[in-house]
């Protein structure tokens, strides 16, 4: 198993250096320069050009590369010229909103999703099943923005049961007032998420249940004289669950990237937003610190489950 | 051919098994009797799909009984298995019935280790400790020949080949010592040298734990090496039984004839084979009148055929169904040879 991991993770090495020169290659071909809003336009050409060569603007790409990547391990990706903050501040304070709010949505998720989707399958072809299934239609149907925005407006406008936008009150204050404050703050779109985002794993549990009862392992296990809800709980919900476990590390980083939906409708500052605004106001340090971000994510979203795949799942462990 | 002294123990007295297809019932095996005595080998045999693993999983009360009607009874040292609730038929799979399946690939968990897989057998039907039942894992793993009995228990399925892994299958279906053991195709899905290994596996063990066997195989070479007794299944009935010295040397039923005719023999490799024509039917195209087999047999005038077929006894409990057997011949033969005509 460690083996499988290491291995894992040193794939990840070339990964990682071809997402940062894509990144960095990108960032070149934006308009605009390390300078843009905080030098005087008017300026004296020849004063930027001295500048530019002293900040190595001139130098070969590949030493450019080396330089920004030398800046990247120390924490620096630039100032934004929006908000004329240093993007690593912008990120770890939005970064900490999506992260409650991600984490909240994902455990609301799965204690909704996997209760629901054993229940289907287990009764399968059943009433309960085909109410399961109508409520998975409904919510897959429905585009989530309108979910979000009929949400927002019957519980946070109509009924005032929750805020409505921020992610914790200004007036709230010592650690306890707070704590509840950013809670409230994410109740609502963490369940509105969850209730939509639970779709996909309450039909995947169902299936992979369904398939694991009618499999040839469980008919071994009957054969033996095992009872069958011994079966269910040594044989099909182990199967069953396991590669949702492991799709769970995926699922998370994604979430940290924020859902740009939610945090729009609920004016949430968290990630999602600062990407959205970043674009608006062509902040271009910050879009390239995210997409670099985002890539990162994704990398080790894939790491995390292919960690816990290997695990929780024999087959895929080299010995 | 051995002369089994043991009285049988397995009693199938005219089991019906029919399938629900479009809110519908068909019989999948229809008014099977069978008897399965200790120290012997009953050889199932016929074509996919005529019934046989539908035969054997109706035995280990295996159906959906939702989706499936059943009748008739069968006899198990005394008890009628078929009266069993779930909870009745548990003390039986596993404890004095073990199933074999064809496919070794798939039926053991790729999620456990095979000693946990062993062990649960024993955990539901045994009071043993755990050591007792390792113990016994790795007893178990020697008689079915595996070679490092402690490294194998230790790993998970996909480690292991085909053949090992219908080993382990064995040893489960082997563990509590059963009274009867059902084979269903268990050599089918292997290669031709470890088919030879299994079947010795499985004899082996039916001196050693004095079992009665029901080995289902299409394959009647499988039938020649390991049977006492064979029962040929056509279509959900069976069509012809004996001991495997009758039904090979004095076949008798058009379709035990043309399976044994259409058996690959070494002297005449170079022939061309027999094909029988046709297909087995599907549930719902079953013919109602005559023969089943009746159809593939063309040639056969109608009017040789019983209306109703019945089991008729041709000497020594050699059974045969229909009358049709007295006049068949194969199309490139002259009809009064026939008779004498053995594959
Ligand atoms: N669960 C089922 N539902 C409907 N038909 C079935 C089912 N299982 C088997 N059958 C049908 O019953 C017949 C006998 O199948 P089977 O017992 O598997 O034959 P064999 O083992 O001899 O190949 C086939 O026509 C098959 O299609
Ligand atoms: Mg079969």
């Known amino acids: ?319 | 051919m051995v002369e089994t002294k043991s009285d049988q123990f397995l009693n199938i007295k005219n089991v019906s098994t029919a399938f629900k297809i479009n809110g519908q019932y068909y019989d999948a095996v229809s008014n099977v009797n069978l008897e399965v005595k200790h120290d012997e080998i009953l050889a199932i045999v016929g074509e996919s799909g005529c019934g046989k693993s539908t035969l054997a999983t109706t035995i280990m009360g295996l159906h959906d009984p939702e989706e499936t009607k059943i009748s008739g009874e069968i006899d198990f040292e005394g008890t009628d298995l078929l009266k069993l609730d779930e909870k009745g038929y548990n003390q039986f799979r596993g404890a004095k019935i073990g199933m074999i399946f064809q496919d070794p690939l798939s039926a053991l968990n790729p999620l456990k280790r095979i000693e946990d897989q062993i062990q649960e057998v024993m955990i539901y039907h045994t009071k043993m400790t755990e050591q007792q039942r390792h113990a016994r894992v790795i007893e178990l793993l020697n008689q079915v020949g595996i070679e490092d009995p402690e490294r194998t228990a230790h790993q998970f399925p996909h480690q292991l080949s085909g053949g090992m892994r219908q080993r382990i299958i064995i040893a489960i279906a082997i563990a509590c010592k059963p009274d009867l053991i059902i084979a269903d195709e268990p050599t089918t899905a292997l290669d031709v040298t470890i088919q030879a290994q299994i079947l010795d596996v499985l004899r082996d063990i039916q001196k050693e734990n004095h079992a009665g066997i029901i080995l289902i195989t299409h394959d009647l070479g499988v039938v020649a090496e390991t049977a006492d007794r064979v029962a040929v299944m056509y279509a959900g009935q069976i069509v012809e039984q004996g001991t495997a010295a009758q039904i090979f040397n004095e076949p008798k039923h058009p379709y035990t004839r043309s399976l044994l005719r259409s058996m690959p023999q070494r002297e005449n490799e170079n022939d061309e084979l027999y094909v029988i024509q046709g297909m087995v039917p599907s549930l719902q195209k079953m013919p109602k009148q005559g023969d089943r087999f009746a159809p593939r047999i063309p040639w056969i005038p109608a009017s040789a055929h019983e209306a109703q077929p019945k089991m008729h006894d041709v000497g020594d409990n050699h059974l045969v169904r229909c009358t049709c057997y007295k006049n068949f011949y194969f199309p490139d033969q002259v009809k009064e040879g026939a008779g004498h005509e053995s594959n």
């Open chain 1, 1 to 319: 198993m460690w083996k499988t991991i290491l291995r894992r993770v040193l794939i990840m090495i070339p990964e990682l250096i071809i997402l940062s020169i894509l990144v960095f290659l990108l960032a070149k071909a934006m308009p605009g320069d390390p300078f843009t809003g905080s030098i005087n336009p008017k300026a004296d050409p020849a004063q930027i050009h001295h500048l530019m060569e002293i900040h190595g603007l001139y130098d070969p790409w590949y030493q450019q590369y080396w330089n920004w990547v030398v800046h990247l391990f120390h924490g620096d990706l630039g100032m934004s010229y929006e908000y004329q903050e240093p993007v690593v501040t912008l990120i770890q304070q939005r970064g900490a909103n999506t992260l409650w709010l991600a984490l909240f949505t994902m455990v609301l998720t799965y204690v909704i999703g996997l209760p629901l989707g054993l229940y289907a399958a287990h009764h399968e072809g059943k009433l309960q099943d085909t109410l399961v299934r109508v409520y998975t239609y409904v919510t897959m149907s429905i585009p989530f923005f309108v979910v979000l925005v009929l949400g927002i407006w019957i519980f946070g406008y109509a009924l005032n049961w929750f805020p409505t936008s921020g992610s914790v009150s200004a007036t709230a204050s010592g650690l306890g007032a707070t704590t509840m404050s950013r809670l409230g703050h994410i109740i609502l779109p963490g369940l509105l998420g969850a209730l939509f985002g639970t779709v996909n794993i309450v039909q995947y549990l169902r299936s992979e249940v369904i398939d694991a009862k009618h499999s040839d392992y469980v008919r071994t296990a009957r054969s033996k004289g095992v009872p069958m809800k011994d079966i269910y709980r040594h044989h099909i919900f182990r199967n069953s669950l396991l590669p949702i476990a492991a799709f769970a590390g995926y699922s998370i980083t994604g979430l940290l990237g924020g859902s740009i939906f939610t945090e729009m409708v609920f004016s949430y500052p968290g990630m999602g937003l600062l990407f959205l605004n970043a674009i608006n106001f062509r902040d271009y340090t910050v879009i390239t610190a995210l997409v670099l971000l985002y890539g990162f994510l994704n990398l080790m979203g894939t790491l995390l489950s292919d960690i816990v795949l290997s695990i929780v799942d024999p087959r895929v462990r080299i010995e």
